[in-house]
């Protein structure tokens, strides 16, 4: 009899110690964050001084308190005028795409707030005059599907040229005096 309720006890203890581990899994899972953040960041500057990105906005703008406060003041710094920004995380880096002026840009930084590139689409007529030229040089008879800026820090600004011939699209990488700097 006392073998029995000893092992009784033992299974218990067992269960106990078996439901106690899974309540750790549970809680670790509502930690976590969620990988999508959306902000508004327009001309008001009534943030008394907080990261634009960590601060409560009103209306359907969704804030998360967990970017970087070096990214959210470096990206607050480099596009002041930047409106309806959503971050997304990807591999530790964060990723905002935002209302610049007429179009919508992409800018990826990493967590140390350095900013990799930002990416703008543009109207074919507002690429600089030696990229259009090398375009229509290489391809007298093609026009460009999409045309993009990549910007990065300290580095001139390259065009990337998407065009379809018969059907299969090739990308092309300009800088800024036309000349390529790669082809996929």
């Keep these: ?30 930690q976590k964050p969620d990988k999508t953040v959306q902000t508004t960041n327009g001309n008001n500057n009534q ?10 906005q009103n209306g359907n703008s969704k804030v998360r308190k967990n970017i970087p406060t070096k990214v959210g003041s470096a990206f607050a710094g480099e596009y002041p005028n930047a409106v309806n920004a959503t971050w997304t995380k990807n591999r530790g880096d964060w990723t905002v795409v935002f209302g610049n002026g ?3 840009s992409t800018a990826t930084y990493h967590s140390n707030g350095e900013r990799v590139d930002t990416r703008t689409p543009m109207a074919r007529e507002q ?4 990229v259009l030229d090398e375009i229509l040089r290489r391809f007298p008879k093609g026009s460009p599907t999409d045309v993009i ?27 800024e005096r036309g000349k390529l700097v790669s082809e996929q």
């Design 1 to 30: 009899m006392k073998q029995f309720f000893t092992l009784i006890i033992f299974l218990l203890a067992g269960a106990i110690g078996f439901a106690q581990g899974k309540s750790k899994e549970k809680t670790k899972d509502k």
């Design 47 to 56: 943030n008394n001084g907080q990261n634009p990105a960590n601060t409560q």
């Design 102 to 104: 007429v179009w919508r």
């Design 127 to 130: 690429a600089p005059r030696p």
């Design 149 to 175: 800026k990549i910007e990065k820090p300290k580095n001139p600004s390259l065009f990337q040229i998407i065009m379809e011939q018969a059907g299969k699209k090739r990308t092309f990488v300009f800088d």
